[in-house]
Nanobody, 123 residues
């Protein structure tokens, strides 16, 4: 399984970005997906997760209400819509494949990682 993240860039505070993660290999609908991020000098942290059917989604508290994770099983793609961006959202964002159909926000639940896409929020 390979993951290719895209959609990062520069946004102003209050702005929006949409990240995409295209998945190849494996059966996409067999696993949950997650988004994580890592800011300079900080540990990687979870952002959002979605189960295989899109029935369950999970968010870290700081992005709840601003970010939305979704997936298209026909297109083998998972998305992260980020609205009302804040400077503290600046980080490299990674998508990850879950070990099971329903995964939450723990890093250990994921076994394949994409290469990361830079998100910078600055005026």
């Amino acid at each position: 399984v390979q993951l290719q993240a895209s959609g990062g860039g520069l946004a102003q505070p209050g702005g929006s970005l949409r990240l995409s993660c295209a998945v190849s290999g494996g059966t996409f609908s067999n696993f949950g997906m997650g988004w994580f991020r890592q800011a300079p000098g900080k540990e990687r942290e979870s952002v959002a997760a979605i189960d295989w059917s899109s029935q369950f989604t999970y968010y870290r508290d700081s992005v709840q209400g601003r970010f939305t994770i979704s997936r298209d099983n026909a297109e083998n793609t998972v998305y992260l819509q980020m609205n009302n961006l804040k400077p503290e959202d600046t980080a490299v964002y990674y998508c990850a494949k879950g070990r099971s159909r329903r995964t939450r926000l723990r890093t250990t639940e994921y076994d394949v990682w994409g290469q990361g896409t830079q998100v910078t929020v600055s005026s």
